[in-house]
């Protein structure tokens, strides 16, 4: 019998590296699925949380923020594009544009989840490939309600979740539980409260941990 787990998937949709991770975790979960039972729960954690309403050029962002060169820049773009590819993740091939303030997709993302983790996930999906599949920019409501439409969830409810300031202070509070546990990097996966992987891991690495999870829980 499957043993039963919880995965938090601790990630922000500005983040390619989120986007491999979930996309490995995703094969990691099919394969293993004779061993484990999973629900999986996204949560908020943003990389820019000052990002202004405007957002900011990447190659600029990325010199601003990690001192990187717009050649050391290209060849880490070309690496996620080829893991990304590897498990089944098409990332644009002109990049992101623009890195955005990703709020108002957590508070969606949080609403999707109270409506049910299926719901939740294909938000997160929507949205990843909307920001890094095709370069959209997932602060604009337009793209942000394509999103909604796209995963099967009440456009018109995401509509006035925007107007206001609805899960605000839910996510604000959530983001603030995960940095107080020590989370300052995504992605994140932890498992069962207990076991942390981080880092867009290959699906081998993740279903590799979670068998021997499911093992010992079985035990």
């Known amino acids: 019998m499957p043993t039963p787990i919880r995965i938090d998937f601790v990630s922000d949709v500005a983040c390619p590296w989120c986007a491999v ?17 999973a629900t999986l729960h996204f949560q908020p954690f943003e990389l820019n949380p000052d990002m202004p309403p405007e957002g900011e050029d990447l190659s600029g962002h990325l010199t601003r923020k990690y001192g990187s060169t717009p050649a050391q820049q290209a060849q880490i773009q070309t690496a996620i594009r080829e893991r990304g590819a590897a498990v089944g993740f098409a990332f644009c091939p002109t990049g992101r544009g623009r890195i955005v303030n990703t709020f108002n997709a957590h508070r969606l993302l949080h609403w999707a989840g109270l409506e049910s983790a299926e719901r939740q996930f294909a938000l997160k999906r929507a949205l990843l490939e909307a920001y890094h599949g095709r ?29 206001g300031d609805d899960y605000a202070a839910e996510v604000r509070e959530a983001e603030r539980r995960w940095l107080d546990a020590g989370i300052h990097s995504v992605p994140t996966v932890v498992i069962d409260e207990r076991h942390l992987i981080s880092g867009g891991q290959p699906p081998e690495v993740f279903e590799r941990a979670l068998r021997q999870i499911a093992a010992q829980g079985a035990g």
Do not use: F
């Not at 991770?21 to 039972?37: I, K, M, N, R, V």
């Not at 604009?140 to 979740?161: K, M, P, T, Y």
């Open 21 to 37: 991770g979930l996309a490995a975790l995703q094969q990691a979960l099919a394969h293993s699925g004779d061993a484990l039972q």
């Open 135 to 163: 370069g959209e920019r997932v602060d604009h409501e337009d793209v942000l309600l394509a999103a909604v439409r796209q995963a099967g969830l009440d456009e018109a409810r995401a509509r006035q979740i925007l107007a």
